[in-house]
């Protein structure tokens, strides 16, 4: 399978725990993009890169979000001292780049649920 | 800034019913357009897309068309299947920078029922 892989799928943490997703994208797809999509809400954006370069953060990345991609290749996304307003499902997606034409591939996503 | 306006859900409709979705935006300038589908534990896979005005998007007996002049992208289908259970997002890339991060609509349950 050459689609976009998320690990893992699931994570249930206390509060205040330390948590960390990864996210393989497509292979040669340069363009990498986290989004959190929280109960009846469509996925906002929360961070893109293009390459190892981190180019936009949201608001929504407050300091205790990290997100790096350090070759390129796959990326992770760290939350410190999680809260319960942190519980989301937690989606990458990846584009070979140039032209708003161009669709994302989504991976199915990390659940989060912080007690 | 950007935003994308889906009718609200649950959408519930027996096999064969015809199907729409409603869509509206607010972008600058004339943005591409997409429909998002999310089967049941499954991430967003794209549905069918509109790169300019006028422009018919189909995939799968599901049809848009991008109407500029109501800024408009309803989704469409003429009868549907208890397989079309899922949930629908309309989405548009972002109009500003180079990036092109994706503002969606809030999702619409679409429940078939046999």
């Known amino acids: 399978d050459t689609g976009v892989s998320q690990n893992p799928r699931h994570k249930i943490t206390k509060r205040g725990q330390n948590v960390t997703f990864r996210c393989d994208p497509i292979?040669?797809?340069?363009?990498l993009y986290w989004y959190r999509q929280t109960l009846g809400q469509g996925p906002e954006f929360l961070t893109y890169?293009?390459?190892?370069?981190?180019?936009?953060k949201s608001r929504l990345l407050s300091d205790r979000f990290s997100a790096e991609r350090p070759k390129g290749s796959f990326s992770t996304l760290e939350i410190q001292r999680t809260e319960q307003g942190d519980s989301a499902m937690y989606l990458c997606?990846?584009?070979?780049?140039?032209?708003?034409?161009?669709?994302?591939?989504f991976g199915p996503g990390t659940r989060l649920t912080v007690l | 800034g950007d935003s994308v306006t889906q009718m609200e859900g649950p959408v519930t409709l027996s096999e064969e019913a015809f199907l729409t979705i409603n869509c509206t935006y607010t972008a600058t300038g004339y943005p591409s357009l997409f429909w998002y589908v999310q089967y049941p534990g499954e991430g967003l896979q794209l549905l069918l897309k509109?790169?300019?005005?006028?422009d018919k998007g189909s995939n799968k007996g599901f049809e848009a068309t991008y109407r500029k002049e109501t800024t408009s992208f309803h989704l469409e289908k003429g009868s549907v299947q208890v397989s079309d259970s899922a949930v629908y997002f309309c989405?548009?890339?972002?109009?500003?920078?180079?990036?092109?991060?994706?503002?969606f609509g809030k999702g619409t349950l679409l429940t078939v029922n046999p």
């Open positions: 989405a548009l890339p972002n109009s500003g920078g180079s990036n092109y991060k994706l503002t």
């Open positions: 509109a790169t300019k005005a006028d």
């Open positions: 292979s040669e797809h340069n363009r």
């Open positions: 890169f293009q390459n190892e370069a981190q180019l936009e």
């Open positions: 997606a990846s584009n070979p780049g140039s032209g708003a034409y161009n669709e994302q591939f």
